[in-house]
Nanobody
């Protein structure tokens, strides 16, 4: 099973992007999905999380109020709408699924996720 993340690009500070995550091997609606990011020289960190269906969502403190995670069940997609982007949001963004309805312990933990996408680059710069 392979997830595909897309939608990254170059955007100016204050701009918006919408990332998409999909797969042909799973019905994503049945499983929790998380978005992670990794900036150069930094560890990968959890950005946002949604439980199965339109279940509870979670956000890292650094993106609360700016990012929104959502699903489109018909399209088998999970989105990350990113508004008011800042240079510190620059990173490779990955989507991943726990292959379960929710995280067992901590959605921030990479160990929770069984399948990962290849990443999409987001660059916020003027």
């Amino acid at each position: 099973v392979q997830l595909q993340a897309s939608g990254g690009g170059l955007v100016q500070p204050g701009g918006s992007l919408r990332l998409s995550c999909t797969t042909s091997g799973l019905t994503l609606d049945l499983y929790a999905v998380g978005w992670f990011r990794q900036a150069p020289g930094k560890e990968r960190e959890g950005v946002s999380f949604i439980s199965s269906g339109n279940g509870p969502t979670n956000y890292a403190d650094s993106v609360k109020g700016r990012f929104t995670i959502s699903r489109d069940t018909a399209k088998n997609m999970v989105y990350l709408q990113m508004n008011s982007l800042k240079p510190e949001d620059t990173a490779i963004y990955y989507c991943a699924t726990t292959f379960s309805p929710t995280a067992r312990y901590d959605w921030h933990g990479q160990y929770e996720y069984r399948y990962w996408g290849q990443g999409t680059q987001v660059t916020v710069s003027s």
